[in-house]
Protein backbone atom coordinates (compact mmCIF):
# COMPACT_ATOMS: atom_id res chain seq x y z
CA UNK A 1 0.00 0.00 0.00
CA UNK A 2 1.19 3.20 -0.60
CA UNK A 3 2.68 5.97 1.98
CA UNK A 4 -0.52 8.13 0.93
CA UNK A 5 -3.07 5.87 1.05
CA UNK A 6 -1.69 4.75 4.40
CA UNK A 7 -2.04 8.65 5.88
CA UNK A 8 -5.13 9.31 4.28
CA UNK A 9 -6.78 5.92 6.12
CA UNK A 10 -4.67 6.38 9.44
CA UNK A 11 -5.97 10.45 9.37
CA UNK A 12 -9.76 8.76 8.52
CA UNK A 13 -9.38 6.38 11.24
CA UNK A 14 -8.24 9.00 13.59
CA UNK A 15 -11.08 11.12 12.73
CA UNK A 16 -13.81 8.93 12.60
CA UNK A 17 -13.28 6.09 14.81
CA UNK A 18 -16.41 5.34 16.38
CA UNK A 19 -18.11 4.81 12.45
CA UNK A 20 -16.83 0.98 11.51
CA UNK A 21 -18.96 0.59 8.93
CA UNK A 22 -17.73 3.99 7.36
CA UNK A 23 -14.05 3.24 7.63
CA UNK A 24 -14.83 -0.22 6.04
CA UNK A 25 -16.02 1.28 3.11
CA UNK A 26 -13.32 3.64 2.83
CA UNK A 27 -10.74 0.80 3.31
CA UNK A 28 -12.20 -1.28 0.27
CA UNK A 29 -11.78 1.46 -1.91
CA UNK A 30 -8.76 2.79 -0.97
CA UNK A 31 -6.85 0.20 -0.91
CA UNK A 32 -7.36 -0.83 -4.04
CA UNK A 33 -6.39 2.58 -5.63
CA UNK A 34 -2.33 2.43 -5.79
CA UNK A 35 -1.65 1.85 -9.57
CA UNK A 36 -4.35 4.17 -10.38
CA UNK A 37 -2.62 6.70 -7.74
CA UNK A 38 0.94 5.97 -9.03
CA UNK A 39 -0.06 7.50 -12.87
CA UNK A 40 -1.70 9.95 -11.44
CA UNK A 41 0.11 11.99 -8.89
CA UNK A 42 -1.65 15.04 -9.22
CA UNK A 43 -4.04 13.45 -7.13
CA UNK A 44 -1.92 13.86 -4.23
CA UNK A 45 -0.05 16.67 -5.01
CA UNK A 46 -4.09 18.05 -5.17
CA UNK A 47 -5.40 16.08 -1.78
CA UNK A 48 -7.91 14.31 -4.17
CA UNK A 49 -8.39 11.22 -1.27
CA UNK A 50 -8.61 13.44 1.78
CA UNK A 51 -11.28 15.76 0.09
CA UNK A 52 -12.85 12.39 -0.47
CA UNK A 53 -13.09 11.09 2.47
CA UNK A 54 -14.74 14.55 3.79
CA UNK A 55 -18.03 15.03 3.30
CA UNK A 56 -19.00 18.34 2.15
CA UNK A 57 -21.89 19.00 4.43
CA UNK A 58 -23.59 16.98 7.25
CA UNK A 59 -27.18 18.10 8.45
CA UNK A 60 -28.55 16.24 11.72
CA UNK A 61 -31.96 17.41 13.02
CA UNK A 62 -34.79 16.74 15.59
CA UNK A 63 -37.61 14.96 13.88
CA UNK A 64 -40.63 15.39 16.08
CA UNK A 65 -43.91 13.80 15.65
CA UNK A 66 -47.27 12.52 17.22
CA UNK A 67 -47.91 8.55 17.05
CA UNK A 68 -51.95 7.59 16.80
CA UNK A 69 -51.58 7.42 21.42
CA UNK A 70 -51.37 11.16 20.69
CA UNK A 71 -47.38 10.69 22.87
CA UNK A 72 -44.82 13.01 21.38
CA UNK A 73 -41.77 10.97 19.90
CA UNK A 74 -38.64 12.12 19.11
CA UNK A 75 -35.99 10.62 16.32
CA UNK A 76 -33.09 12.13 14.50
CA UNK A 77 -32.54 12.81 10.89
CA UNK A 78 -29.58 13.16 8.69
CA UNK A 79 -28.62 14.30 5.39
CA UNK A 80 -25.03 13.57 4.03
CA UNK A 81 -24.02 15.81 1.49
CA UNK A 82 -20.92 13.81 0.15
CA UNK A 83 -19.62 15.06 -2.97
CA UNK A 84 -20.99 17.78 -5.51
CA UNK A 85 -18.02 18.04 -8.01
CA UNK A 86 -20.42 16.06 -10.46
CA UNK A 87 -23.83 17.21 -10.27
CA UNK A 88 -26.90 17.93 -7.15
CA UNK A 89 -26.18 15.12 -4.12
CA UNK A 90 -28.14 11.96 -4.98
CA UNK A 91 -28.94 9.01 -2.81
CA UNK A 92 -31.39 7.63 -1.00
CA UNK A 93 -33.08 7.98 2.52
CA UNK A 94 -32.99 4.85 4.78
CA UNK A 95 -35.78 4.39 7.52
CA UNK A 96 -34.04 1.85 10.38
CA UNK A 97 -33.28 1.79 13.81
CA UNK A 98 -29.67 1.00 13.19
CA UNK A 99 -29.28 3.97 11.03
CA UNK A 100 -26.42 6.75 12.62
CA UNK A 101 -23.78 8.87 11.43
CA UNK A 102 -21.26 6.54 10.51
CA UNK A 103 -23.76 4.00 8.42
CA UNK A 104 -25.11 6.78 6.76
CA UNK A 105 -21.62 8.57 5.95
CA UNK A 106 -20.51 4.86 4.33
CA UNK A 107 -23.91 4.98 2.08
CA UNK A 108 -22.97 8.51 1.09
CA UNK A 109 -19.53 7.65 0.45
CA UNK A 110 -20.03 4.49 -1.99
CA UNK A 111 -23.14 6.82 -3.25
CA UNK A 112 -20.22 8.99 -4.99
CA UNK A 113 -18.40 6.29 -6.97
CA UNK A 114 -21.55 4.18 -7.81
CA UNK A 115 -23.75 7.77 -9.39
CA UNK A 116 -20.33 8.47 -10.98
CA UNK A 117 -20.34 4.86 -12.98
CA UNK A 118 -23.77 5.46 -14.43
CA UNK A 119 -22.31 8.28 -16.46
CA UNK A 120 -25.13 10.80 -15.58
CA UNK A 121 -24.76 13.83 -14.03
CA UNK A 122 -24.57 13.29 -10.47
CA UNK A 123 -22.97 13.45 -6.90
CA UNK A 124 -23.30 11.44 -4.06
CA UNK A 125 -25.75 11.53 -0.67
CA UNK A 126 -27.59 9.90 1.48
CA UNK A 127 -29.57 10.34 4.33
CA UNK A 128 -32.52 8.86 6.41
CA UNK A 129 -33.62 8.95 10.07
CA UNK A 130 -33.53 5.67 13.38
CA UNK A 131 -37.30 5.88 13.24
CA UNK A 132 -38.39 2.00 12.83
CA UNK A 133 -41.64 2.35 10.68
CA UNK A 134 -41.88 -1.87 11.70
CA UNK A 135 -42.09 -1.50 15.61
CA UNK A 136 -45.16 0.76 16.71
CA UNK A 137 -43.37 2.90 19.42
CA UNK A 138 -46.71 1.69 21.86
CA UNK A 139 -47.92 -1.86 20.84
CA UNK A 140 -45.10 -4.09 20.49
CA UNK A 141 -45.06 -6.52 17.74
CA UNK A 142 -47.03 -3.94 15.67
CA UNK A 143 -46.36 -1.92 13.08
CA UNK A 144 -46.55 1.83 12.82
CA UNK A 145 -49.93 2.60 11.28
CA UNK A 146 -49.67 4.31 7.83
CA UNK A 147 -50.97 7.60 9.68
CA UNK A 148 -47.84 7.29 11.96
CA UNK A 149 -45.71 6.98 9.34
CA UNK A 150 -47.30 9.82 7.59
CA UNK A 151 -46.75 12.08 10.16
CA UNK A 152 -43.00 11.33 10.57
CA UNK A 153 -42.80 11.81 6.89
CA UNK A 154 -43.95 15.11 7.48
CA UNK A 155 -42.00 16.51 10.27
CA UNK A 156 -38.80 14.98 8.58
CA UNK A 157 -38.87 16.58 5.33
CA UNK A 158 -40.41 19.75 7.21
CA UNK A 159 -36.79 20.50 8.27
CA UNK A 160 -35.40 18.62 5.29
CA UNK A 161 -36.73 21.01 2.80
CA UNK A 162 -34.56 23.68 3.42
CA UNK A 163 -31.28 21.84 2.35
CA UNK A 164 -32.63 19.97 -0.94
CA UNK A 165 -34.15 21.15 -4.49
CA UNK A 166 -33.78 19.74 -8.04
CA UNK A 167 -30.66 21.07 -8.68
CA UNK A 168 -28.98 21.42 -4.97
CA UNK A 169 -29.82 18.04 -3.32
CA UNK A 170 -32.12 15.04 -4.73
CA UNK A 171 -33.08 11.94 -2.23
CA UNK A 172 -34.77 8.71 -3.00
CA UNK A 173 -35.83 5.53 -1.21
CA UNK A 174 -33.89 3.35 0.34
CA UNK A 175 -34.59 0.25 3.11
CA UNK A 176 -38.17 1.05 4.96
CA UNK A 177 -38.33 3.99 2.33
CA UNK A 178 -40.84 2.64 -0.72
CA UNK A 179 -43.43 4.30 -2.19
CA UNK A 180 -45.72 4.98 0.63
CA UNK A 181 -42.98 7.07 2.08
CA UNK A 182 -41.59 8.84 -0.86
CA UNK A 183 -45.46 10.19 -1.72
CA UNK A 184 -45.70 11.77 1.72
CA UNK A 185 -42.64 13.53 1.64
CA UNK A 186 -43.17 14.88 -1.95
CA UNK A 187 -46.30 16.06 -0.65
CA UNK A 188 -44.92 17.91 2.11
CA UNK A 189 -42.10 19.17 0.19
CA UNK A 190 -44.43 20.65 -2.37
CA UNK A 191 -46.30 22.17 0.14
CA UNK A 192 -43.55 23.99 2.06
CA UNK A 193 -42.23 24.66 -1.25
CA UNK A 194 -44.72 25.95 -3.19
CA UNK A 195 -43.53 23.96 -6.10
CA UNK A 196 -43.23 21.13 -8.16
CA UNK A 197 -40.18 19.99 -9.18
CA UNK A 198 -38.40 16.69 -9.61
CA UNK A 199 -37.04 17.15 -5.96
CA UNK A 200 -37.45 13.02 -4.93
CA UNK A 201 -37.32 10.07 -7.44
CA UNK A 202 -38.97 7.43 -6.75
CA UNK A 203 -42.66 8.78 -6.57
CA UNK A 204 -45.63 7.24 -7.92
CA UNK A 205 -45.97 7.14 -11.89
CA UNK A 206 -49.56 9.43 -11.23
CA UNK A 207 -47.45 12.31 -9.62
CA UNK A 208 -44.12 12.20 -11.47
CA UNK A 209 -42.43 8.96 -11.49
CA UNK A 210 -40.54 6.99 -13.90
CA UNK A 211 -41.18 3.94 -15.26
CA UNK A 212 -38.78 0.93 -14.38
CA UNK A 213 -37.78 2.88 -11.66
CA UNK A 214 -39.37 0.60 -9.19
CA UNK A 215 -37.47 -2.76 -10.76
CA UNK A 216 -34.27 -0.84 -11.42
CA UNK A 217 -32.02 -1.63 -8.66
CA UNK A 218 -33.10 -5.19 -9.08
CA UNK A 219 -33.06 -5.63 -12.83
CA UNK A 220 -29.84 -3.78 -12.95
CA UNK A 221 -28.16 -6.17 -10.99
CA UNK A 222 -29.33 -9.04 -12.92
CA UNK A 223 -27.95 -7.13 -16.07
CA UNK A 224 -24.93 -6.33 -15.09
CA UNK A 225 -24.55 -10.23 -13.85
CA UNK A 226 -25.92 -11.13 -17.68
CA UNK A 227 -22.96 -9.07 -18.88
CA UNK A 228 -20.32 -10.88 -16.82
CA UNK A 229 -21.67 -13.82 -18.07
CA UNK A 230 -21.44 -13.20 -21.97
CA UNK A 231 -17.90 -12.82 -21.43
CA UNK A 232 -17.86 -16.91 -21.04
CA UNK A 233 -20.45 -17.15 -23.30
CA UNK A 234 -23.28 -18.40 -20.76
CA UNK A 235 -26.91 -17.20 -19.93
CA UNK A 236 -28.85 -17.55 -16.78
CA UNK A 237 -30.36 -20.37 -18.50
CA UNK A 238 -31.38 -23.01 -15.86
CA UNK A 239 -29.03 -21.72 -13.22
CA UNK A 240 -29.58 -22.14 -9.85
CA UNK A 241 -29.32 -18.89 -7.75
CA UNK A 242 -30.20 -17.44 -4.12
CA UNK A 243 -30.99 -14.41 -3.26
CA UNK A 244 -30.88 -12.74 0.38
CA UNK A 245 -33.77 -10.33 1.31
CA UNK A 246 -37.09 -9.67 0.15
CA UNK A 247 -37.46 -6.73 -0.95
CA UNK A 248 -37.37 -3.77 -3.52
CA UNK A 249 -33.63 -4.72 -4.96
CA UNK A 250 -34.24 -8.68 -3.98
CA UNK A 251 -38.19 -9.30 -5.76
CA UNK A 252 -37.05 -7.77 -8.55
CA UNK A 253 -33.78 -9.37 -8.71
CA UNK A 254 -35.75 -12.56 -8.99
CA UNK A 255 -38.32 -11.47 -11.01
CA UNK A 256 -35.72 -10.71 -13.66
CA UNK A 257 -33.93 -13.74 -13.12
CA UNK A 258 -37.02 -15.81 -13.54
CA UNK A 259 -37.68 -14.15 -16.95
CA UNK A 260 -34.34 -14.97 -17.93
CA UNK A 261 -34.92 -18.63 -17.17
CA UNK A 262 -32.65 -18.97 -13.84
CA UNK A 263 -33.91 -21.12 -10.95
CA UNK A 264 -34.62 -18.74 -7.74
CA UNK A 265 -34.58 -21.24 -4.84
CA UNK A 266 -34.00 -18.65 -1.85
CA UNK A 267 -35.70 -15.29 -0.11
CA UNK A 268 -35.01 -13.95 2.92
CA UNK A 269 -35.99 -11.50 5.72
CA UNK A 270 -35.78 -11.09 9.09
CA UNK A 271 -38.01 -13.71 10.03
CA UNK A 272 -35.88 -16.21 8.18
CA UNK A 273 -35.61 -17.48 4.93
CA UNK A 274 -37.57 -19.70 2.13
CA UNK A 275 -36.32 -22.08 0.53
CA UNK A 276 -38.00 -23.74 -2.95
CA UNK A 277 -36.18 -26.57 -4.29
CA UNK A 278 -38.06 -26.29 -8.24
CA UNK A 279 -37.96 -22.73 -8.04
CA UNK A 280 -40.21 -19.53 -6.18
CA UNK A 281 -42.87 -19.08 -8.93
CA UNK A 282 -43.53 -15.88 -10.62
CA UNK A 283 -47.34 -16.36 -8.75
CA UNK A 284 -45.27 -17.23 -5.76
CA UNK A 285 -42.95 -13.84 -6.24
CA UNK A 286 -46.60 -12.02 -6.77
CA UNK A 287 -47.87 -13.41 -3.34
CA UNK A 288 -44.77 -12.60 -1.83
CA UNK A 289 -44.16 -9.14 -3.22
CA UNK A 290 -48.15 -8.68 -1.88
CA UNK A 291 -47.02 -9.24 1.68
CA UNK A 292 -43.67 -7.37 2.23
CA UNK A 293 -45.32 -4.40 0.64
CA UNK A 294 -49.16 -4.17 1.07
CA UNK A 295 -49.81 -6.46 3.99
CA UNK A 296 -46.36 -5.71 5.62
CA UNK A 297 -45.99 -8.85 6.78
CA UNK A 298 -43.09 -11.88 7.04
CA UNK A 299 -41.63 -14.57 4.98
CA UNK A 300 -42.32 -16.84 7.86
CA UNK A 301 -46.30 -16.27 7.57
CA UNK A 302 -45.65 -16.78 3.51
CA UNK A 303 -44.13 -20.38 4.49
CA UNK A 304 -46.54 -21.28 6.75
CA UNK A 305 -49.17 -21.06 4.09
CA UNK A 306 -47.47 -22.56 0.92
CA UNK A 307 -46.52 -26.10 0.74
CA UNK A 308 -43.38 -25.80 -2.01
CA UNK A 309 -41.27 -23.82 -0.07
CA UNK A 310 -39.43 -24.23 3.37
CA UNK A 311 -38.80 -21.92 5.88
CA UNK A 312 -34.90 -22.21 7.85
CA UNK A 313 -32.90 -20.12 9.61
CA UNK A 314 -29.66 -20.99 8.87
CA UNK A 315 -28.03 -21.71 5.27
CA UNK A 316 -28.91 -24.48 2.89
CA UNK A 317 -27.27 -27.32 1.13
CA UNK A 318 -28.14 -27.96 -2.63
CA UNK A 319 -25.68 -26.87 -5.80
CA UNK A 320 -25.56 -23.27 -6.16
CA UNK A 321 -24.37 -21.23 -9.36
CA UNK A 322 -25.11 -17.74 -8.73
CA UNK A 323 -25.41 -15.72 -4.92
CA UNK A 324 -27.29 -12.37 -5.05
CA UNK A 325 -27.05 -10.83 -1.71
CA UNK A 326 -29.98 -8.11 -1.58
CA UNK A 327 -30.49 -7.29 1.90
CA UNK A 328 -28.08 -5.09 3.86
CA UNK A 329 -24.42 -4.25 4.69
CA UNK A 330 -21.87 -7.00 5.97
CA UNK A 331 -24.89 -9.97 5.70
CA UNK A 332 -22.67 -12.18 3.92
CA UNK A 333 -19.05 -12.98 5.77
CA UNK A 334 -16.00 -15.35 4.87
CA UNK A 335 -17.96 -18.39 6.40
CA UNK A 336 -21.05 -17.80 4.12
CA UNK A 337 -18.43 -17.34 1.23
CA UNK A 338 -16.81 -20.51 1.76
CA UNK A 339 -19.87 -22.31 1.78
CA UNK A 340 -21.49 -20.73 -1.04
CA UNK A 341 -18.03 -21.54 -2.98
CA UNK A 342 -17.70 -25.11 -2.04
CA UNK A 343 -21.55 -25.35 -3.17
CA UNK A 344 -20.32 -24.44 -6.89
CA UNK A 345 -21.06 -20.82 -6.73
CA UNK A 346 -19.26 -19.44 -9.44
CA UNK A 347 -20.67 -16.06 -9.42
CA UNK A 348 -21.60 -13.26 -6.64
CA UNK A 349 -23.98 -10.06 -7.95
CA UNK A 350 -23.96 -7.30 -4.63
CA UNK A 351 -27.54 -5.72 -4.89
CA UNK A 352 -26.90 -4.55 -1.35
CA UNK A 353 -24.84 -2.04 -0.41
CA UNK A 354 -21.87 -3.63 1.06
CA UNK A 355 -23.04 -6.78 1.85
CA UNK A 356 -19.64 -8.69 1.98
CA UNK A 357 -17.21 -8.22 4.69
CA UNK A 358 -13.54 -8.42 3.87
CA UNK A 359 -12.75 -11.85 4.15
CA UNK A 360 -15.84 -12.60 1.56
CA UNK A 361 -14.45 -10.52 -0.61
CA UNK A 362 -11.10 -12.10 -0.42
CA UNK A 363 -12.55 -15.45 -0.39
CA UNK A 364 -14.22 -14.55 -3.88
CA UNK A 365 -11.11 -12.79 -5.71
CA UNK A 366 -9.35 -15.68 -4.16
CA UNK A 367 -11.45 -18.63 -6.07
CA UNK A 368 -11.66 -15.98 -8.98
CA UNK A 369 -15.03 -16.66 -9.39
CA UNK A 370 -17.49 -13.60 -10.91
CA UNK A 371 -17.66 -10.89 -8.32
CA UNK A 372 -19.10 -7.71 -8.69
CA UNK A 373 -19.08 -4.91 -6.04
CA UNK A 374 -22.58 -3.17 -5.09
CA UNK A 375 -21.62 0.10 -5.87
CA UNK A 376 -21.33 -1.26 -9.67
CA UNK A 377 -23.88 -3.68 -10.38
CA UNK A 378 -26.63 -1.87 -7.84
CA UNK A 379 -26.09 1.33 -9.89
CA UNK A 380 -29.14 0.59 -12.19
CA UNK A 381 -31.51 2.00 -9.03
CA UNK A 382 -29.80 5.28 -9.60
CA UNK A 383 -29.12 5.45 -12.78
CA UNK A 384 -33.06 5.20 -13.52
CA UNK A 385 -33.56 8.11 -10.93
CA UNK A 386 -31.63 10.40 -13.17
CA UNK A 387 -34.09 9.06 -16.00
CA UNK A 388 -36.54 10.07 -13.87
CA UNK A 389 -34.90 13.59 -13.36
CA UNK A 390 -34.42 13.98 -17.00
CA UNK A 391 -38.08 13.04 -17.64
CA UNK A 392 -39.58 15.56 -14.99
CA UNK A 393 -36.85 18.13 -16.17
CA UNK A 394 -38.89 17.80 -19.91
CA UNK A 395 -42.38 17.04 -18.66
CA UNK A 396 -41.96 14.08 -20.58
CA UNK A 397 -43.01 10.78 -19.69
CA UNK A 398 -40.77 7.67 -20.96
CA UNK A 399 -42.24 4.12 -22.14
CA UNK A 400 -41.24 1.22 -19.63
CA UNK A 401 -39.59 -0.02 -22.95
CA UNK A 402 -37.39 3.24 -23.85
CA UNK A 403 -36.52 3.08 -19.95
CA UNK A 404 -35.46 -0.15 -19.88
CA UNK A 405 -33.28 0.29 -22.84
CA UNK A 406 -31.49 2.50 -21.12
CA UNK A 407 -30.89 0.95 -18.26
CA UNK A 408 -29.73 -1.96 -19.83
CA UNK A 409 -27.26 0.23 -22.20
CA UNK A 410 -26.27 1.76 -18.50
CA UNK A 411 -25.21 -1.72 -16.70
CA UNK A 412 -23.56 -2.70 -20.23
CA UNK A 413 -21.34 0.70 -19.87
CA UNK A 414 -20.57 0.21 -16.43
CA UNK A 415 -19.34 -3.47 -17.17
CA UNK A 416 -17.59 -2.13 -19.96
CA UNK A 417 -16.02 -0.05 -18.21
CA UNK A 418 -14.92 -2.08 -15.26
CA UNK A 419 -13.11 -3.66 -18.37
CA UNK A 420 -11.01 -0.80 -19.95
CA UNK A 421 -10.31 0.35 -16.46
CA UNK A 422 -8.68 -3.09 -15.01
CA UNK A 423 -7.03 -3.46 -18.37
CA UNK A 424 -5.48 0.13 -17.69
CA UNK A 425 -4.61 -0.51 -14.53
CA UNK A 426 -3.59 -3.87 -14.22
CA UNK A 427 -5.86 -5.56 -11.65
CA UNK A 428 -6.90 -9.52 -11.56
CA UNK A 429 -9.44 -9.06 -13.98
CA UNK A 430 -6.71 -8.17 -16.78
CA UNK A 431 -5.03 -10.83 -15.63
CA UNK A 432 -7.92 -12.76 -16.46
CA UNK A 433 -8.06 -11.33 -19.87
CA UNK A 434 -4.26 -12.69 -20.55
CA UNK A 435 -4.68 -16.25 -18.90
CA UNK A 436 -8.25 -16.69 -21.16
CA UNK A 437 -8.44 -14.07 -24.21
CA UNK A 438 -9.36 -11.08 -25.78
CA UNK A 439 -12.27 -9.05 -24.43
CA UNK A 440 -15.26 -10.22 -26.56
CA UNK A 441 -14.19 -13.28 -27.11
CA UNK A 442 -15.16 -16.38 -24.81
CA UNK A 443 -13.74 -16.90 -21.20
CA UNK A 444 -13.27 -20.10 -20.50
CA UNK A 445 -13.34 -19.69 -16.57
CA UNK A 446 -14.61 -17.55 -14.30
CA UNK A 447 -13.73 -14.15 -14.42
CA UNK A 448 -13.47 -11.29 -11.79
CA UNK A 449 -15.15 -7.98 -11.60
CA UNK A 450 -12.70 -6.14 -8.73
CA UNK A 451 -13.14 -2.98 -6.46
CA UNK A 452 -9.75 -2.12 -8.29
CA UNK A 453 -11.79 -1.85 -11.57
CA UNK A 454 -15.09 0.28 -10.87
P1 LIG B 1 -36.07 -3.00 1.53
O1 LIG B 1 -36.33 -2.35 2.83
O2 LIG B 1 -37.11 -2.97 0.48
O3 LIG B 1 -35.66 -4.54 1.75
C1 LIG B 1 -34.65 -4.91 2.63
C2 LIG B 1 -34.74 -6.40 2.83
O4 LIG B 1 -33.66 -6.80 3.66
C3 LIG B 1 -36.02 -6.85 3.53
O5 LIG B 1 -36.42 -8.08 3.02
C4 LIG B 1 -35.57 -6.94 4.99
O6 LIG B 1 -36.37 -7.82 5.78
C5 LIG B 1 -34.17 -7.51 4.81
N1 LIG B 1 -33.37 -7.23 6.00
C6 LIG B 1 -33.02 -6.01 6.49
N2 LIG B 1 -32.32 -6.15 7.63
C7 LIG B 1 -32.22 -7.48 7.84
C8 LIG B 1 -31.61 -8.26 8.87
N3 LIG B 1 -30.95 -7.69 9.88
N4 LIG B 1 -31.69 -9.62 8.77
C9 LIG B 1 -32.36 -10.21 7.73
N5 LIG B 1 -32.97 -9.51 6.74
C10 LIG B 1 -32.90 -8.16 6.80
O7 LIG B 1 -34.70 -2.34 0.99
P2 LIG B 1 -34.14 -2.32 -0.48
O8 LIG B 1 -34.48 -3.58 -1.18
O9 LIG B 1 -34.51 -1.03 -1.10
O10 LIG B 1 -32.56 -2.25 -0.20
C11 LIG B 1 -31.79 -3.41 0.05
C12 LIG B 1 -30.31 -3.08 -0.10
O11 LIG B 1 -30.07 -2.55 -1.42
C13 LIG B 1 -29.77 -2.02 0.86
O12 LIG B 1 -28.42 -2.29 1.11
C14 LIG B 1 -29.87 -0.73 0.02
O13 LIG B 1 -28.97 0.27 0.47
C15 LIG B 1 -29.44 -1.27 -1.34
N6 LIG B 1 -29.85 -0.47 -2.47
C16 LIG B 1 -31.17 -0.17 -2.70
C17 LIG B 1 -31.53 0.56 -3.80
C18 LIG B 1 -32.97 0.84 -4.14
O14 LIG B 1 -33.22 1.38 -5.23
N7 LIG B 1 -33.93 0.48 -3.30
C19 LIG B 1 -30.52 1.13 -4.71
C20 LIG B 1 -29.17 0.66 -4.45
C21 LIG B 1 -28.88 -0.07 -3.35
P3 LIG B 1 -37.67 -7.26 6.55
O15 LIG B 1 -38.71 -7.05 5.49
O16 LIG B 1 -38.00 -8.33 7.52
O17 LIG B 1 -37.26 -5.97 7.20
New binding site residues.
Given amino acids: MSKYVERVLNETAARNGNEPEFLQAVDEVLTTLDPVLKKNPQYEANAILERMVEPERVIMFRVPWVDDKGVVRVNRGYRIQMNSAIGPYKG?L?FDPTVNLGVLKF?AFEQVFKNSLTTLPMGGGKGGSDFNP?QSPHTPGKRCSDAEVMRFCQSFMTELFRHIGPDTDVP?????V?GREIGYLFGQYKRLANEWTGVLTGKGLSFGGSLIRPE??GYGDIYFAQNMLAMRGETFEGKKCVI???????SFAAQKLMQLGAKVMTL????GAIFCEEGITEKMLKDIMVL?NVKRG?LADFAKKTKAVKFFAGQIADKIDAAFP????N?LNGKDAEYLLKHGCTLVGE???M?STPDAIAAFLKAKIMYSP?KAS?AG??ATSGLEMSQNSERLSWTAEEVDAKLKGIMKSIHDNAWEAAAKYGDKLREGRRRHGRPGRVLRKPSVCTCESV
Avoid: F
Fill in positions: GRLKAGDMNGATSGSGNVASDRSKECARQEGANPGNGV
